[in-house]
Structures are given as C-alpha cells and as structure tokens.
C-alpha cells in the first residue's frame, strides 16, 4: 500500500456490525466489528495472541467510539469496555486481507 493512502470516509453500519472505510485511492474496506476487537494489537492482546490465546470478544460487540490518532490510525471503543487499541492505516488495508 503507498503510503499515500489515507481514509476519506468511515462509517459504522450497526445493522450490519459492520465499520466501512473509502479510500482515496477509490478503494473500500469493509470489517466486522468482532473481526476488528480480535485484530487488536495494544500489549494486552498481543500478549494474548502471541500464548495463542483467544482475544474475549461477543460476537454481538458494537463499536462505540472511533477516536483520530494524528494523521495515521483510529482508536476504537467497543462496548464490552475496551478501548486500547490504535489501527493505523497501514494495518487496517492489511487487515481486510487477513480476516
């Protein structure tokens, strides 16, 4: 991915539990919400993940808060509290790929 690329819209579609994000290349990403809280990458769920442990997560978990991080992530709260991790670009066009 060049490094130019950046969102231009995201948008959360509760019926879906779904976060979209468009592009300015013209792509459009599309995450589930649960897919996205077990992608988290703060120390707690690396630690998880790196003992290949699951991430807690309810399939029925909501996004309540999508927080700017300068000009390079998003912050995103979930209903079940937690609100640690920071999705950079770069990882979340990755990130499609691998949920």
């Given at each position: 991915m060049p490094n130019n690329?950046?969102?231009?819209?995201?948008?959360?579609n509760p019926a879906?539990?779904?976060?979209?994000i468009?592009?300015?290349?013209?792509?459009?990403?599309r995450y589930g919400n649960a897919a996205l809280r077990r992608a988290c990458r703060?120390?707690?769920c690396r630690q998880l993940s790196d003992?290949?442990?699951?991430i807690p997560c309810p399939d029925d978990i909501s996004i309540v808060s999508i927080d700017a991080v300068g000009a390079y992530a998003i912050q995103?709260?979930?209903s079940d509290g937690h609100d640690r991790g920071i999705f950079p670009w770069e990882y979340l066009r990755k990130l499609e790929n691998e949920t």
């Open positions: 690329v950046t969102p231009v819209e995201i948008r959360q879906s539990a779904t976060l979209e468009s592009w300015n290349d013209g792509y459009v990403s703060c120390t707690t003992k290949h442990a699951p995103i709260g979930f």
